[in-house]
């Protein structure tokens, strides 16, 4: 039976999320997939969607009904790859209880820096021209693994050779890791 894999889109959800289809094509095959639009999660629903009107709808209780949503939604534990504002709703959510075997979180903005970590291996990636990067030293004494890529930005996640290395480490830290003794 495949490993569950959840998968978060970031705040743009389905709307802006055709990236994503890359990341379902090639993990289907490996994972038993459960996607949630987290703008929908979210309960978000602007007039005038610019990336300043839905981070401020995330911001003023959007984040929260998305946490909510997301902890009635899901109650096995499960793997998670995240983007953006769905890393940071899975971040949350696993630290109010959600059962996680493992976080891979792709640009998450406003993590919650001073509070613990999820109870899980947790791996970030960002690009090196994201604003929202952690220090180095957070992640080492947070024992969370941070990768920082050069020559991306934030939504660096919607590149294709991206989303084959994302898709690739995961398989790799995954899959991979039931076969070995």
């Known amino acids: 039976m495949a490993e569950k894999l959840v998968i978060l889109s970031d705040m743009w959800g389905s709307k802006k ?9 090639y993990l289907q095959q490996y994972f ?10 979210a309960g978000v629903d602007i007039v005038v969607c610019t990336p300043e009107n839905l981070y401020e709808a995330f ?11 997301l902890l ?14 769905g890393g940071t709703v899975a971040w949350n959510a696993a630290l109010q209880g959600l ?3 493992s976080l891979y979180a792709v ?6 820096l001073d509070a613990p970590k999820p109870d899980c291996p947790v791996r970030l990636l960002y690009g090196e021209n994201d604003n929202a ?11 969370v693994s941070l990768e920082v890529l ?7 996640y919607s590149d294709e050779q991206i989303v084959q290395k994302v898709c690739l480490s995961l398989l790799d830290s995954v899959i991979h890791k039931k076969f070995q003794l």
């Open 99 to 101: 059962p996680m075997k």
């Open 72 to 85: 009635n939604k899901e109650s096995e534990p499960c793997h998670y790859l995240t983007f953006c504002a």
């Open 17 to 25: 999320g055709l990236w994503i289809t890359s990341y379902l094509g």
């Open 59 to 69: 911001q003023n209780g959007g984040r929260e009904t998305a946490v909510a949503q």
């Open 133 to 143: 990067i952690p220090s180095v030293e957070w992640a080492t004494s947070k024992e």
């Open 150 to 156: 050069p020559h991306y930005g934030h939504e660096l």
């Open 107 to 112: 640009s998450p903005i406003d993590l919650s």
């Open 32 to 41: 038993d997939i459960k996607f949630h639009d987290t703008q929908q999660l």
